[in-house]
C-alpha cells in the first residue's frame, strides 16, 4: 500500500488534528455544556450537531487522502467484507444482546452524564451521534490510521496501538478517569478489525455501544435515578 507524498502530508494535518485540536475542542465544548445543560434546551442537541459535522468532515479528509493514492483502495482501509464472517457477525449479534441489558439494568459512567438524552429530540441527536461516531470513527481511526502507520511502525499491531492511542486521547473530555474502559473498548474494536480484516462488523459493534449511551439511557434526575424512558412516537 502506498500513499501519496500530497496524501501523506493531509494525512498528518489529520493527525495532529485528532491527537491534538479536537481534544482540546472537546473539553472545552463538554465543560460549557455542563455548565450550561440545565438553562438552555438547545445545547445538547447543537454540541452533537457541531461534533457530527466535525466527524464527517475527517471522513472528507479521509476520502481525499485515498483519492491521491492510486495505489490505495478503500478496501484497503477495511471496508470489504469480514474474512471471518461468524466471528464477526456473532460479536455482533452478542454486543445486540448486551446492549439490550446494559440499557435495561446498566448504569451510564458519570463522565458522560450531560451527554444523557431527556426528550425525545435529544435522544433522536443521540442515535444520529451514535450512527455517525461508529461509522466514521472506525473510518478513520481504524481504518485510515492502522493503514497510515503500517509501513513506517512495522506492522499491523503496532500501527493499530498507535491509532487506538489516538482514539483514546480524543475522548479526553470525560475525563482522565473515563480513558482506561474508552481503552480496553477500543482494544475490543482494534481487535476485531484486526482479527476480520474488515471495519463492517466493528463500525456494527461501536454503533451499538454507543447506541446504549446516547439514545437508550436517560439523564438523571434530580434524586439521582435515571429518568424513565423517552416513549416512542
Known sequence: MHFSVPALVLAALLTVHLAVVEPLLGRREHARLVR???RDAAALTRVYAR????SWAWVAVAAAIVLLSPGVSWADLG?????RPGLAYGL?????VATAL????GRPPAAIGALLPRTRRERGAGLAMAATAGTTEEIVFRGLLIALFTAPLGGTWPAAAAALAVFTVGHLYQGVRALPPILL???LLTWVYVKTGSLFPVMALHVLMDVRGLALTSAPTRTGTAA?????R
Do not use: H, K, N, S
Request: net charge positive; charged share 20%.
Open 51 to 54: 461534533w457530527i459535522g466535525r
Open 102 to 105: 446494559a440499557a435495561r439494568f
Open 92 to 96: 455482533v449479534g452478542g454486543a445486540a
Open 79 to 83: 471496508l470489504r467484507a469480514p474474512d
Open 228 to 232: 424513565a424512558p423517552v416513549p416512542a
Open 36 to 38: 450550561t445543560r440545565e
Open 185 to 187: 473498548l477500543g482494544l
